[in-house]
């Protein structure tokens, strides 16, 4: 089947600092979602993207669909402490009610922010 | 507007023993989702549902019977519980899929342990 490679698989960072992970496949995707976690909460979704080498930011969180569809990235700027969870990203090779378009997820990068 | 919610948030449960997870949606999506997360593993597809009467399998289906009578409801059976079941369930849902957009929300989560 196909599989999402996070990374990193965890940070530990300052307040203020920037932050980056990425995702990479050896398929091709035509959506990548990504969504953040919070203890003992469902995911809920920051950014989508539609389009290859489409940009798209939501507040400090920006993220970028990969030219090559294969990959995708996320950046979060000038850090909080309510940035703290753990951040998934997902793919959609396929939409429709034949594949049901189900998303492959990510294993998660889990982030920690130091006051 | 209540999104997605998940009954019940907590459940222990016995080895052999039965329960049904329940999901509702009140944003009238077509698709509907079952997941589980395990430590490092990310979220993996049980059993996901195109529309109202039909189901079908996803990632890690055995052990596990879904049913979606309803269109806002859609429901997880565990007939005979392993201590391998012990997870967070989580149900999602997604928007019609003429949209162009796609997006699947999710609900809280349901944190089952089997003993």
Not at chain 1, 19 to 30: A, D, G, H, Q
Not at chain 1, 42 to 56: D, F, H, M, Q
Not at chain 2, 69 to 77: A, E, T
């Amino acid at each position: 089947g196909q599989q999402l490679n996070q990374s990193p698989q965890s940070m530990f960072i300052q307040e203020g600092e920037d932050v980056s992970m990425n995702c990479t496949s050896s398929s091709i995707f035509n959506t990548w979602l990504w969504y953040k976690q919070d203890p003992g909460e469902g995911p809920v979704l920051l950014i989508a993207l539609y389009k290859a080498g489409e940009l798209t930011s939501n507040g400090r969180l920006t993220a970028q669909f990969g030219i090559t569809r294969k990959d995708s990235f996320l950046n979060i700027s000038a850090s909080i402490p309510s940035d703290v969870g753990i951040y998934f990203c997902a793919g959609l090779a396929a939409r429709g009610e034949t594949s049901g378009s189900r998303l492959t997820f990510g294993e998660g990068t889990q982030l920690t922010v130091n006051p | 507007n209540a999104g997605v919610t998940q009954t019940p948030k907590f459940r222990v449960l016995k080895t052999g023993q039965s329960m049904t997870l329940l999901c509702a949606q009140d944003m009238n999506h077509e698709y509907m989702y079952w997941y589980r997360q395990d430590p490092g593993m990310g979220l993996r597809l049980i059993h996901y549902s195109v529309g109202e009467g039909t189901t079908a399998k996803g990632e890690v289906p055995d052990g596990y019977n879904v049913s979606r009578l309803k269109k806002q409801n859609f429901l997880l059976g565990l007939e005979s519980a392993a201590p391998s079941q012990t997870s967070v369930y989580f149900c999602a849902s997604a928007p019609p899929e003429t949209r162009v957009s796609y997006e699947q929300y999710f609900g809280p989560g349901t944190r089952l342990t089997v003993t």
